[in-house]
């Protein structure tokens, strides 16, 4: 772990690879832009269910199909929330990414000589925030790891 937190390239490389993931699903104008239409659709979900119930009160329709109709509006509202989630958290990761990308080399600076002076349980935490995997074999040993963008900015506001 030191030896990669002491080439900040390395580093830079998987957090320009994340960025680029993000650009590639989303462009920020396409992603604000279902962002606020999502925002609209759940916002109206409201009114439509209070023109099925005044339906309902009308009696312009039976119970058994204005329940189907809320049962149906009901899971378009979840789909539509979990998308909307899944969208801030994507815009939250690019921006994130993005300002972690110019403080990165300062980071690892501050927090490479605290290594040596960590305890087990600390070095542990570290290793689990980082998800790291390590096989060896005959030809050599393979570490592999996952960048956390939420645990680094934690770090960096730590360190």
């Given amino acids: ?78 789909a539509d929330q979990v998308r909307l989630n899944g969208l801030i958290q994507a815009k939250e990761n690019l921006a994130k990414a993005l300002e972690i990308q110019g403080s990165i080399k300062a980071l690892c600076a ?14 542990k935490d570290a290793y689990t925030y980082l998800d790291l995997k390590i096989s060896a074999t005959p030809e050599g040993v393979s570490i592999k790891g996952y960048l956390d963008l939420n645990v680094l900015t934690i770090a960096r506001t730590w360190a």
């Fill in 110 to 123: 501050k927090v490479v000589p605290c290594l040596d002076n960590c305890s087990n349980a600390e070095k």
């Fill in 1 to 78: 772990m030191k030896s990669v937190l002491s080439q900040p390239e390395l580093l830079l490389a998987e957090v320009g690879k994340q960025v680029e993931n993000e650009k590639a699903h989303y462009s920020t104008g396409t992603m604000d832009k279902e962002i606020k239409e999502l925002g609209r659709r759940l916002k109206g979900y409201a009114g439509q269910e209070r023109r099925l119930m005044n339906i309902l009160r009308m009696d312009l329709a039976t119970p058994d199909i204005v329940l189907d109709e809320i049962n149906l509006m009901k899971k378009e509202r979840e």
